[in-house]
C-alpha cells in the first residue's frame, strides 16, 4: 500500500513544491528540499534500474537509512500511515542482479523488480513482507523514507544458502488523456 509519504510527494511533484514534510523511518517528521533531494544527478542517488535489496541500517539498530526494497517477516496489513516494516527486517540476504521493468498504457504506470534474493544466513528466512524505501538528505544526515508496503499473501521461504526469484509491483493508475 502507497504510503502517505508517497502520496506527499506525488502531489509535491504536480504542485512544484521546493520542501515537503515526511516521517522518515525512524518515525520523526522531516522537512525535505525535494529539488536537491530527488532530482540531483549524483550517482549517490537511487536510479530506479539499480535497485536493489536494502542492507543498511542505522548503526545497533534495524532502522533502514538507505534506498531499497528490505524484506520483513511481518504480516500486519499495510496502512497510509506506515514508515518501517511491521516486523523484523531480514537480514543477512543479497541480490546482486535485478531486472527492472517500467511499463505504461492508458490504464496504469507500472514499475516492476524481479530481484534473485540469495539467503547468506545458516538459517532458513521467511518473507512475508515487502517495503520500498527512497533516501533523502537534509542538514547532512541521510534518512530512508518508505514509498510502499506489502504483505505477501503466501509468505516465501529460502533455505540456508539457497536462491529465489521474488517480484515486486507498483501499480498506479494512470490516464492517458
Do not use: C, H, W
Not at 523511518?25 to 550517482?43: D, H, L, M, Q, R
Not at 539498530?61 to 528490505?70: I, K, Q
Not at 516492476?112 to 532458513?124: D, E, P, R
Amino acid at each position: 500500500m502507497l504510503t502517505n509519504n508517497a502520496y506527499t510527494l506525488m502531489l509535491a511533484l504536480l504542485n512544484k513544491a521546493d520542501n515537503i514534510k515526511l516521517t522518515n523511518s525512524k518515525g520523526e517528521k522531516e522537512t525535505y528540499n525535494i529539488s536537491s533531494s530527488f532530482f540531483s544527478n549524483s550517482s549517490n542517488y537511487p536510479a530506479l534500474d539499480s535497485i536493489m535489496i536494502g542492507s543498511n541500517f542505522i548503526s545497533g539498530t534495524n532502522t533502514p537509512n538507505s534506498y531499497g526494497l528490505y524484506l520483513g517477516t511481518g504480516d500486519t496489513v499495510p496502512s497510509v500511515a506506515d514508515y518501517k516494516l511491521s516486523g523484523e527486517p531480514i537480514k543477512g540476504v543479497s541480490s546482486p542482479d535485478a531486472k527492472v521493468a517500467m511499463n505504461q498504457n492508458d490504464n496504469y504506470l507500472e514499475f516492476q523488480a524481479t530481484l534473485s534474493v540469495k539467503n547468506n544466513n545458516s538459517n532458513s528466512v521467511t518473507v512475508k513482507e515487502i517495503a520500498l524505501f527512497g533516501r533523502l538528505y537534509t542538514n547532512g544526515n541521510i534518512y530512508a523514507v518508505m514509498l510502499d508496503r506489502i504483505v505477501l499473501p503466501t509468505p516465501i521461504t529460502i533455505a540456508a544458502g539457497e536462491t529465489k526469484d521474488i517480484t515486486y509491483n507498483l501499480r498506479l493508475p494512470y490516464s492517458g488523456t
